[in-house]
């Protein structure tokens, strides 16, 4: 990772996180090897990405956007779970919409991560006061989040976990 988007937070995630964020890491309750010709039911790919979302989303939970801001590249996309015109092209449009969220009472935790390469699927359970206009699957929100040279390129919303799983791993969304 580049300094210019190294976080102090990041430099000291051995005690932030320590063995509490590697622990986080939930093993999905499906056999991945199978579904998706992963090699490995635990992650494809380095913790690095997984530690900078995790890092960030606190930091979001906090109220804290300059170190969202800092990670997401100047044409970062924020993609709805339907695409349309409300999808976002630039950090700024991006921010905005996380701004608006945040002031809205937008707030959860992460209850599972799973990197395949750059893309890191979150499963995010939102408080029960949290006001969303997006489905749940079982009460939880699931985004993936693609990361390249150490910057957040796109966020990507999905209905559910099949969704996220098969966008993290392929890219694209199943068929319906």
């Known amino acids: 990772m580049s300094g210019a988007w190294a976080l102090p937070a990041l430099e000291q995630r051995a005690s932030a996180f320590g063995e509490q964020s590697r622990s986080r890491a939930v093993i999905p309750h499906i056999d991945l090897g199978t579904a998706y010709g992963v090699r490995d039911n635990r992650q494809?790919?380095?913790?690095?990405?997984?530690?900078?979302?995790?890092?960030?989303?606190?930091?979001?939970?906090?109220?804290?956007?300059?170190?969202f801001a800092r990670l997401l590249a100047p044409d970062a996309q924020?993609?709805?779970?339907?695409?349309?015109?409300?999808?976002?092209?630039?950090?700024?449009?991006?921010?905005?919409?996380?701004?608006r969220n945040l002031?809205?009472?937008?707030?959860?935790?992460?209850?599972?991560?799973?990197?395949?390469?750059?893309?890191?699927?979150?499963a995010f359970r939102p408080y029960e006061d949290t006001p969303l206009q997006r489905p749940l699957d079982n009460?939880?929100?699931?985004?993936?989040?693609?990361?390249?040279?150490?910057v957040i390129r796109?966020?990507?919303g999905c209905v559910d976990r099949v969704a996220a799983l098969t966008y993290a791993s392929v890219g694209e969304l199943p068929d319906a």
Do not use: H
Request: glycine share 12%; net charge negative; hydrophobic share 40%.
């Open 154 to 156: 796109e966020v990507k």
């Open 103 to 122: 002031a809205e009472g937008l707030g959860g935790r992460i209850e599972e991560t799973f990197e395949f390469g750059e893309r890191v699927m979150v």
């Open 44 to 67: 494809v790919g380095g913790r690095e990405n997984v530690e900078l979302v995790r890092v960030t989303w606190d930091a979001i939970a906090r109220g804290d956007l300059d170190t």
């Open 78 to 99: 924020w993609r709805a779970v339907d695409d349309g015109e409300w999808n976002c092209d630039s950090r700024e449009d991006v921010l905005a919409v996380m701004e």
């Open 139 to 150: 009460g939880i929100a699931y985004v993936v989040v693609t990361m390249r040279d150490g």
